[in-house]
């Protein structure tokens, strides 16, 4: 099936909104997980002394389950929504103490600001919103150095339009119209394992490990990344 980028950015205060009230827990516990045994973080105890920078937060749930797994951890939150940013920060305002160590900044890849390295760059469901997933990889690698893990899930896409239309029914059937829209359009939007590869080769990141997970996912993570892009 051939791909169809969707909009980079979810910027209607209505579809962030809905993304924010929607039970993503589940699947945010599983991504934790995983992040959790990446080798940077493992055995990390409250996270002294480590960064972790979540790219494309969103509204910055997976931001803070980072930063109550390692509260001592400095945890950065980056997307280019607005929308998107403005709940994540009503979120961390609503309780500083837990979040002391939490910040939110917006920010459009590519952009020179990004620095590193920090201890582990992870993201949930960037990738596929990107129309060129370069500007992933080469992030990635700003913020990257030979301690640094690298974790990062995202959708891929479906063999045919009959496949597509199961996994919406499957895993957004009862959600509000607006979510099962945009799930529609993200799993036409996403990438095959062959096509991540290829990016990864491309950007000088081919070691690390792509896999495919449960009937809708890709995982692609990796430990001691080249360091920050070239001028």
Same mark, same amino acid.
């Given at each position: 099936?051939?791909?169809?980028?969707?909009?980079? &950015?979810?910027?209607?205060?209505?579809?962030?909104?809905?993304?924010?009230?929607?039970?993503?827990?589940?699947?945010?516990?599983?991504?934790?997980?995983?992040?959790?045994?990446?080798?940077?973080?493992?055995?990390? /105890? *409250?996270? #002294?002394?480590?960064?972790?920078?979540? &790219?494309?937060?969103? %509204?910055?749930?997976? #931001?803070?389950?980072?930063?109550?797994?390692?509260?001592?951890?400095?945890?950065?939150?980056?997307?280019?929504?607005?929308?998107?940013?403005?709940?994540?920060?009503?979120?961390?305002?609503?309780?500083?103490?837990?979040?002391?160590?939490?910040?939110?900044?917006?920010? +459009?890849? %590519?952009?020179?600001?990004?620095?590193?390295?920090?201890?582990?760059?992870?993201?949930?469901?960037?990738?596929?919103?990107?129309?060129?997933?370069?500007?992933?990889?080469?992030?990635?690698?700003?913020?990257?150095?030979?301690? #640094?893990?690298?974790? +990062?899930?995202?959708?891929?896409?479906?063999?045919?339009?009959? *496949?597509? =239309?199961?996994?919406? +029914?499957?895993?957004?059937?009862?959600? %509000?119209?607006?979510?099962?829209?945009?799930?529609?359009?993200?799993?036409?939007?996403?990438? #095959?394992?062959?096509?991540?590869? =290829?990016?990864?080769?491309?950007? /000088?990141?081919?070691? &690390?490990?792509?896999?495919?997970? *449960?009937?809708?996912?890709?995982?692609?993570? /990796?430990? /001691?990344?080249?360091?920050?892009?070239?001028?």
């Amino acid at each position: 099936m051939e791909r169809i980028c969707e909009p980079e &950015l979810m910027d209607e205060p209505l579809q962030a909104q809905a993304y924010a009230a929607a039970d993503f827990s589940s699947s945010d516990r599983a991504v934790l997980e995983r992040i959790a045994a990446l080798p940077a973080l493992l055995g990390s /105890g *409250d996270g #002294t002394g480590l960064s972790v920078v979540d &790219l494309g937060c969103g %509204p910055g749930n997976i #931001t803070f389950l980072l930063a109550r797994r390692w509260p001592e951890a400095r945890v950065l939150g980056i997307d280019g929504s607005a929308a998107m940013l403005a709940i994540a920060e009503r979120r961390r305002l609503a309780d500083p103490a837990a979040h002391r160590q939490v910040r939110f900044q917006r920010l +459009v890849l %590519p952009s020179p600001e990004l620095e590193g390295p920090c201890s582990a760059v992870v993201s949930n469901s960037l990738l596929h919103h990107l129309h060129d997933p370069a500007v992933l990889w080469g992030a990635v690698k700003q913020l990257s150095g030979p301690d #640094t893990s690298l974790f +990062v899930r995202d959708l891929r896409r479906p063999a045919n339009a009959a *496949d597509l =239309e199961a996994l919406v +029914v499957r895993h957004a059937g009862a959600a %509000p119209e607006v979510l099962r829209r945009d799930y529609s359009h993200s799993l036409r939007a996403a990438f #095959t394992p062959a096509e991540v590869r =290829e990016q990864l080769v491309v950007a /000088g990141l081919g070691g &690390l490990e792509v896999r495919e997970v *449960d009937d809708r996912y890709l995982e692609i993570q /990796g430990h /001691g990344l080249p360091g920050r892009l070239a001028p």
